[in-house]
């Protein structure tokens, strides 16, 4: 754990494992309540001696972390795929996207722009000149997940620093090292310290401490639609920025060739093991193509490679923890004895599941409901667009869509249709470049990410009105 820039070591630990084989990755210590009290004193601190550093200043600090994450990358992409168990390759991806995540972050502390007012055009606004400018909120709560340990991280506390902020970065418990470096990276980056706090343990000894906290201003959290809505129902008179789960949908139309993407979307389907939140969980493929598509989706999830993550070679690695695995078996068992057709994998080795395809699954059923979480792809087909856009709408979530067609009008309609915070047409939802704005509607968040669109939410509007005459 760190608390004003400096590494604290406590007697409770967490011991993190890798998940694909149980072996211990290495250990942090577990951050208590009292020292949620500390990290908000030092962020006090924090706050103070950033309000006397330029926008320059934070932007040089910020292209100096870039610079020190690409120099440690190695380091840092064996240590996320070792503890949250994506691919050694997935890992790297990572890693890249932090860099670039940090880097629009810096470009976004010189565009921290504030505009005038015309008071005089009120009726009572003669001799009065007003002006608003951007200040920041004041200490930014980053609640992170385990599926991106790095950049997610980052696209809270890198705008939050951005934007004058001091932060408290609470990782998750499993990916608790990937944490740690990074509040390390950012100390050595020149940020100052008192502004880097990073807790390092579990979220519901500290949660509610953390978020009940009157000093900290702004939670941002990413991770499980439950423990959102808790955070926000605890959290009181304080801003919220939530990115929550989905059961992302991707539509193959009537005029869309399925050889052309079937491969891509079993990609949207399986990497990081199906464990991101905008994975491709439900295909609807219209009902021309629908036996064409199941075929060859069937053969490109049986040629994926599993095992060890650190397997260069290895496309699909393991699951968080064997109770996901115990549960996404749970969801298919039960789709299937109501009626889902099974096509393709399901078996187990430790927490590795072979990429999964099931069929025809009520539209009822959990693994189209809720967020899976797991390598499984639930393939339905349907007649026509209406039937397609009210099939993905029928979801309490709505982070991004996925269609393929190459008509323009049916594209246009669908991205209108949609009920999601992102539609992408003739992509999978999975996609994400870091500086677009990311979000979503209904129960998948609220407000959203992507460094400029983050400052936003991290900075509050402040008016300043002149009586000249
Ligand atoms: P999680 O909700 O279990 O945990 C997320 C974080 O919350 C962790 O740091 C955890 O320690 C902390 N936490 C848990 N209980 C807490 C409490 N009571 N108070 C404060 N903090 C608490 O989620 P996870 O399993 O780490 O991540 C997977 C979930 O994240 C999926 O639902 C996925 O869709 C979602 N996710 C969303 C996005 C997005 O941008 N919308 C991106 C990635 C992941």
């Known amino acids: ?29 577990r951050a208590s309540e009292s020292d949620v009290k500390k990290a908000v004193a030092a962020a006090k601190a924090g706050l103070v001696k950033l309000s006397h550093q330029t926008a320059y200043d934070r932007y040089k600090t910020l292209m100096k972390l870039a610079g020190i994450l690409s120099q440690r990358s190695d380091q840092f992409a064996t240590t996320i795929a070792s503890e949250m168990g994506k691919t050694i390759r997935e890992a790297r991806a990572e890693v890249s996207r932090a860099v670039e995540t940090v880097s629009w972050s810096a470009e976004e502390a010189k565009r921290l722009y504030g505009s005038t007012v015309p008071m005089d055009a009120a009726p009572t606004g003669r001799d009065k000149v007003g002006f608003y400018m951007r200040v920041p909120v004041g200490i930014v709560a980053a609640i992170s997940p385990f599926n991106f340990p790095l950049n997610l991280s980052l696209h809270k506390i890198a705008p939050a620093y951005a934007a004058g902020n001091a932060f408290i970065l609470k990782p998750a418990e ?11 990276a950012f100390v050595d980056a020149g940020a100052v310290p008192e502004a ?15 978020v009940t906290d009157p000093d900290i201003r702004l939670i941002t959290f990413t991770g499980s639609r439950d423990v959102g809505e808790w955070i926000t129902r605890n959290a009181g008179l304080k801003k919220v920025v939530m990115e929550l789960g989905s059961n ?16 891509r979307v079993a990609l949207g ?70 009626g889902a057709r099974f096509i393709c994998g399901g078996d187990v080795t430790g927490n590795v599941m072979t990429p999964v395809v099931i069929a025809n699954a009520q539209e009822t059923e959990k693994v189209v409901q809720d967020e899976l979480f797991g ?23 709505g982070l991004q869509a996925g269609v393929y067609t190459n008509d323009l009008n049916r594209a246009w309609r669908y991205a209108k249709g949609l009920e999601a915070g992102g539609v992408l047409i003739n992509e999978i939802p999975n996609f994400r470049v870091d500086l677009m704005p990311y979000g979503g509607v209904k129960e998948s968040g609220i407000g959203r990410e992507g460094p400029r669109f983050a400052i936003e939410e991290m900075t509050e509007i402040k008016l300043v009105v002149f009586h000249i005459n």
Request: with cysteine.
């Open 1 to 29: 754990m760190i608390i004003a820039g400096k590494k604290i070591e406590s007697n409770d630990k967490v011991i993190v494992r890798n998940p694909y084989d149980n072996s211990v990755v290495g250990e942090v210590s």
């Open 174 to 184: 499993s990916t608790s090292m990937t944490g740690e470096m990074l509040g390390q």
């Open 196 to 210: 880097v706090n990073v807790l390092t343990g579990s979220g519901s000894k500290i949660g509610l401490k953390l």
């Open 248 to 263: 992302s949908a991707v539509v193959i139309c009537e005029d869309a060739k399925p050889e052309t993407m079937v491969k």
């Open 269 to 338: 389907g399986y990497s990081q093991a199906g464990q991101v939140c905008i994975s491709v969980q439900r295909v609807y493929v219209h009902e021309r193509h629908f036996a064409t598509f199941t075929g060859l989706l069937r053969e490109q999830a049986m040629a994926l490679k599993t095992g060890s993550q650190l397997d260069e070679s290895t496309d699909v690695g393991p699951v968080i923890t064997h109770n996901d695995i115990l549960r996404i078996k749970s969801w298919i068992d039960e789709a299937v004895s109501h």
């Open 375 to 397: 390598p499984v792809l639930v393939v339905n087909s349907f007649r026509d667009d209406d039937q397609a856009i009210s099939m993905v709408n029928n979801s309490r979530y």
